[in-house]
């Protein structure tokens, strides 16, 4: 069988395997209102939204791994690096904070900016690493 793949349905999240079977079933109010992703790797399930936080679950069994508290205001968006080792969140509070995946603390906090996140981008490049807009 393939590795786990998810599905976002309403406010369920659901962990698949081809050719459609359920493996798991992420909490009604896992706090992914807004934000779904993966680690490139695949491993890690990472979610946001509404409720200011951010959850790290393991991908392939629903376990929430982390709880990452910081933001004031709902997280619209979430990007992982391409190296798998860190995470950056932005939203409602018009901060951005990276971090650490490796051991879940905050790195970095680009704060107060004049709007609300609504994409965020890690790109590895010689002049900037993190994209807004």
């Known amino acids: 069988m393939g590795a786990a793949l998810p599905r976002a349905v309403g406010q369920g999240a659901y962990g698949m395997r081809p050719p459609g079977k359920e493996i798991y079933k992420l909490p009604d109010r896992a706090g992914f209102d807004d934000g779904l ?3 490139p790797d695949g491993t ?3 979610t946001a939204g509404v409720d200011k936080k951010v ?9 929430e791994l982390a709880t990452l508290t910081g933001h004031t205001g709902g997280v619209h968006c979430i990007t992982i690096s391409p190296d798998g080792k860190y995470l950056a969140t932005g939203g409602d509070d018009k901060v951005v904070i ?3 995946l490796t051991n879940n603390e905050r790195v970095y906090s680009l704060g ?7 994409s965020i981008s890690l790109v590895p490049t ?8």
Not at 55 to 63: F, L, S
Not at 112 to 118: A, G, M, P, R, S
Not at 126 to 133: M, N, Q
């Open 126 to 133: 010689r002049s900037a690493w993190l994209r807004l807009t």
């Open 44 to 46: 890690l399930l990472v």
């Open 112 to 118: 107060e900016l004049d709007d609300v996140i609504t």
């Open 98 to 100: 990276v971090w650490n």
């Open 55 to 63: 959850r790290v679950w393991d991908a392939a069994t629903g376990k």
């Open 37 to 39: 992703t993966f680690s």
